[in-house]
């Protein structure tokens, strides 16, 4: 209930700054060669505050990895996936041989962003990026966004209807956000305009086309499920230590199978989505890929296990187990008490990123707990902090 009272007493952006903005924004647009006609599309842009409500507040109470997983990797999307999978199979395998992202990769990408087209979302973003690029919070980077949706405009003849999407502006049943777009979009023979919207094969190769030049590594797996050693030390875990899987071999980790990992010079990083009482995977270069397309271990974690299970892959291997869903607030205030103390040196922003992992390790292994950096129930008894 007070989650909703502060949504509705946030103050609006005024109409006159708003207008003021537009005429800025014009500007820009204007100078950045823009055609009048598609410039002046901004002058029928209107104030959406449902859209910086859901930028202020929708990653406020963060999903715990076992409920975010079990959503994202469901047996309803598993299996319609594995249908779609054979649905597109000719052309997955021709978008696998021109730039060896295989076809459950693909697939699973397909899921996570929009259910297999069946989420497309409702924001027209001529409104939406307007919005936000007129707010004080991250101007530059929607102006951008913005930009590259006249661009789109001027280039494809989109009219303002047909530019539905995210809150945030992403599109299309990969949900590219429009810079991406108008870098990476790509049209199926027949036609010479790649419509993300209304074609899945378009949105299919375009993925494909992105992932490519985002560096996807042909022949490799994301990562794989793993066994830790009993007395592990999980200041090894995370995205700041990286060890060839020859050395993580002689750390002890297995496969699930309890089988040996590889004895070579290749490189992976453990980690942790959950903390030590849930799954453990070593992951590989092309999680990094899946971190460039969307930035969240839990995202990342989710497509490569949604991919392995549309290629058959038996389910996790280790039992989810639930831990305390954290808040924004709450994760700010453990930030705070860890930079009071000096175990942290990153941002006190509320988002658990490395830095937050590092300086939770820092301070559990000075505690003599479990060092995996997860903010665990026994870290807020300890730290003192209290739910928000």
Not at 36 to 60: G, S, W
Not at 104 to 130: C, K, R
Request: glycine share 6%.
């Amino acid at each position: 209930m007070c989650f909703l009272l502060v949504l509705m007493t946030m103050p609006a952006l005024s109409d006159e700054k708003f207008s003021q903005c537009v005429m800025q924004l014009k500007e820009k647009a204007g100078a950045a060669g823009l055609s009048k006609k598609t410039v002046d599309i901004l002058d029928t842009a209107i104030f959406q505050p449902e859209v910086i409500k859901l930028d202020r507040y929708q990653p406020e109470f963060r999903k715990t990895f076992a409920n975010y997983i079990n959503s994202a990797v469901s047996d309803a999307r598993i299996n319609q996936g594995k249908i779609l999978l054979k649905t597109y199979a000719p052309f997955l395998l021709k978008l696998q041989k021109n730039y060896g992202i295989p076809p459950h990769i693909l697939v699973a990408f397909w899921g996570l962003e929009s259910n297999y087209g069946q989420f497309l979302n409702h924001f027209n973003i001529i409104d939406s990026l307007t919005t936000l690029a007129c707010d004080d919070r991250r101007p530059a980077f929607f102006t951008t966004e913005l930009l590259a949706t006249l661009t789109l405009m001027d280039i494809y003849g989109f009219k303002r209807e047909k530019l539905v999407g995210s809150w945030a502006g992403a599109v299309g049943h990969t949900q590219f956000l429009p810079s991406n777009y108008l870098a990476y979009a790509k049209a199926d023979k027949g036609h010479s305009i790649p419509d993300l919207w209304e074609n899945p094969k378009d949105a299919l190769l375009s993925a494909a086309h992105f992932l490519y030049k985002l560096g996807w590594r042909p022949g490799w797996k994301w990562g794989r499920e793993v066994i830790i050693p009993k007395g592990f030390n999980y200041c090894e875990s995370g995205l700041l230590v990286k060890h060839s899987l020859s050395e993580w071999r002689k750390r002890g980790i297995k496969t699930v199978f309890n089988g040996t990992i590889p004895d070579n010079t290749e490189t992976a990083f453990l980690i942790l989505p959950g903390g030590h009482n849930n799954p453990a995977f070593l992951v590989y270069d092309n999680f990094n890929v899946i971190l460039k397309w969307n930035r969240s271990i839990f995202y990342a974690v989710s497509v490569g296990y949604l991919a392995d299970r549309l290629n058959n892959s038996a389910p996790l291997h280790t039992a989810l187990k639930e831990e305390p869903s954290l808040s924004k607030a709450t994760i700010q205030a453990i930030q705070e008490k860890l930079s009071a103390m000096g175990f942290m040196d990153g941002k006190v922003d509320g988002i658990p990123g490395p830095a937050t992992h590092k300086a939770i390790t820092a301070y559990q292994q000075f505690k003599h707990m479990v060092a995996d950096g997860h903010p665990n129930a026994d870290l807020l008894q300890s730290l003192g902090v209290v739910t928000k």
